[in-house]
T-cell receptor, first 113, second 113 residues
Framework: ETGVTQSPTHLIKTRGQQVTLRCSSQ?????VSWYQQALGQGPQFIFQ???????GRGNFPPRFSGLQFPNYSSELNVNALELDDSALYLC????????????FGPGTRLTVT | QQQVKQSPQSLIVQKGGISIINCAYE??????FPWYQQFPGKGPALLIA?????SEKKEGRFTISFNKSAKQFSLHIMDSQPGDSATYFC????????????FGKGTKLTVNP
């Protein structure tokens, strides 16, 4: 059984640019949730995808968008990057079929300069 | 509005001692309460979780105590070890855990040898 993987590990972007982060869910899981973790803070929920549909969204602007693919992997896209977007981006996979426990990947560290 | 309040912010214990971290929540619709452990540069790892139908759950050296009437829950780490030094997050969710996780701000635990 493979765990949750994310790519890339680190990323440096310039203000105004766009970024795409990727997540592969754990085997057997059909739900992916994305979180933003600022330094020294707890993760903040961005949105969740279940069977390729958005299933809940946190207090983040529309320039944060996502996708889930038929194999349940997912992408997080952020447009018009701002300095405050610098954070660790985490995805968590879970299954709505038998257990709701969310398992996190290692995260992508995004730095916006 | 912080829905999950966690204390203390930092905690130092001696090897072999008991570490206690407390959390309080406001939303009575929460019905799933996990604890996560996070090491620097890593994603949060699920430690243990509890649902409101039980008052205590133990897994190895980790125990969750849950007080539904007070809307509080706590993590006890028995026989604390230097390898337990990490940041611990409590969280809460609705619908059995299928919805977003709402995290506390974290507790940095240091276990001295």
């Amino acid at each position: 059984e493979t765990g949750v993987t994310q790519s890339p590990t680190h990323l440096i972007k310039t203000r105004g640019q766009q970024v795409t982060l990727r997540c592969s869910s754990q085997s057997g899981h059909n739900t992916v949730s994305w979180y933003q973790q600022a330094l020294g803070q707890g993760p903040q929920f961005i949105f969740q995808y279940y069977r390729e549909e958005e299933n809940g969204r946190g207090n983040f602007p529309p320039r944060f968008s996502g996708l889930q693919f038929p194999n349940y992997s997912s992408e997080l896209n952020v447009n018009a990057l701002e300095l405050d977007d610098s954070a660790l981006y985490l995805c968590a996979s879970s299954s709505r079929d038998y257990s709701y426990e969310q398992y996190f990947g290692p995260g992508t560290r995004l730095t916006v300069t | 509005q912080q829905q999950v309040k966690q204390s203390p912010q930092s905690l130092i214990v001696q090897k072999g001692g008991i570490s206690i971290i407390n959390c309080a929540y406001e939303n009575t619709a929460f019905d799933y309460f996990p604890w996560y452990q996070q090491f620097p540069g890593k994603g949060p790892a699920l430690l243990i979780a509890i649902r409101p139908d039980v008052s205590e759950k133990k897994e190895g050296r980790f125990t969750i105590s849950f007080n539904k009437s007070a809307k509080q829950f706590s993590l006890h780490i028995m026989d604390s070890q230097p390898g337990d030094s990490a940041t611990y997050f409590c969280a809460a969710s609705k619908q059995g855990g299928s919805e977003k996780l709402v995290f506390g701000k974290g507790t940095k635990l240091t276990v001295n040898p």
